[in-house]
């Protein structure tokens, strides 16, 4: 698509189809911790990482070759970029493993903290400011946290302890992840090229990381390699390549308005499709947490001239 046409497919808000599509997407990455937990049943967590990115990678690799996208051409990102790798790698690492030792609720409402590690990162690193607002919406992040892990000391045999700490590792990982591409020259790389970065990292990760692990295969089954495979295919190829398109074409802040719904798809699929228990301290929780996600993301107003 030539330049005229992108400027002039760019919409000034999110209009009706771009909200569905935030609605598809949320509801799909919210299932996808659930896909993720159904894969284990036949292999190992670190051998869903690696087989998830490299599938993926292939994809957007495609994707680009398609678009005419140019991945190759110097642009001095190769350093942060691979300190991005690795830093996803790491994160991803951290939220499979703990996704295995812990529920899809709580797995999911403390990986999507990731956005208020980066306001408190972005403080102290990015000379971005915490107003009132913003941190209004911390502390009732801190509360969810709160709610999140006092469910874990009465919760069953699913919960762990580790698997909790080890999915708030990942969220943290992530907002330094983001502050890195923030601060450097990542910041004006293809979407595509940046996607790639990660995954890369997330493949070399995980196989340095594999023969400490157990088993790759657990259990050839259909149903844990239908979830690996819609991990690999749907996820990666096609909702993060959508979630790029909408980028180019709508704002960034009225999408993220949108992401308190993440967690929520989350913690119902996970009750619907594996009847994970929902207590008092989970709801609790996602309510604090959306909430702060809502007020975090809100835009400011614009102010009217005099």
Request: hydrophobic letters at 55%; a positive charge; one cysteine or more.
């Amino acid at each position: 698509m030539s330049g005229a046409a992108d400027t002039f497919d760019r919409r000034d808000v999110v209009d009706l189809t771009a909200a569905a599509m935030m609605v598809g997407l949320t509801l799909s990455w919210g299932l996808n911790y659930v896909a993720a937990k159904v894969s284990y049943a036949g292999y190992d967590p670190v051998f869903v990482s690696i087989v998830r990115s490299i599938i993926g990678g292939l994809c957007v690799l495609g994707w680009c070759w398609l678009r005419g996208i140019k991945l190759f051409r110097p642009d001095k990102t190769l350093v942060a970029g691979i300190a991005v790798g690795v830093l996803f790698g790491v994160e991803f690492l951290f939220l499979y493993i703990g996704l295995e030792l812990t529920t899809v609720a709580r797995n999911t409402l403390l990986v999507n903290t990731m956005p208020f590690w980066v306001l408190i990162g972005g403080h102290f690193l990015l000379g971005e400011r915490i107003n009132v607002r913003k941190l209004a919406g911390l502390v009732l992040a801190f509360c969810g946290l709160a709610a999140v892990f006092s469910d874990g000391i009465v919760a069953g045999e699913d919960a762990t302890l580790t698997g909790d700490l080890l999915s708030l590792g990942s969220g943290i990982l992530w907002a330094l992840t983001s502050i890195v591409i923030k601060r450097s020259k990542l910041v004006e790389t293809s979407a595509e090229k940046l996607l790639l970065y990660q995954l890369v990292g997330a493949a070399v990760v995980g196989a340095l990381v594999l023969p400490f692990a157990g088993p790759p295969i657990r259990e050839i089954a259909a149903l844990p390699t239908l979830a690996l495979l819609f991990q690999s295919f749907y996820i990666v190829a096609f909702t993060y390549v959508l979630w790029f398109w909408l980028l180019t074409r709508y704002p960034a802040a009225g999408l993220s308005s949108f992401a308190f719904l993440s967690p929520v798809f989350g913690v119902l699929c996970g009750a619907v499709l594996l009847g994970e228990p929902l207590t008092i301290r989970i709801f609790l929780a996602l309510g604090l947490i959306a909430a702060g996600l809502i007020i975090v993301n809100r835009p400011s107003r614009k102010q009217v001239p005099a």
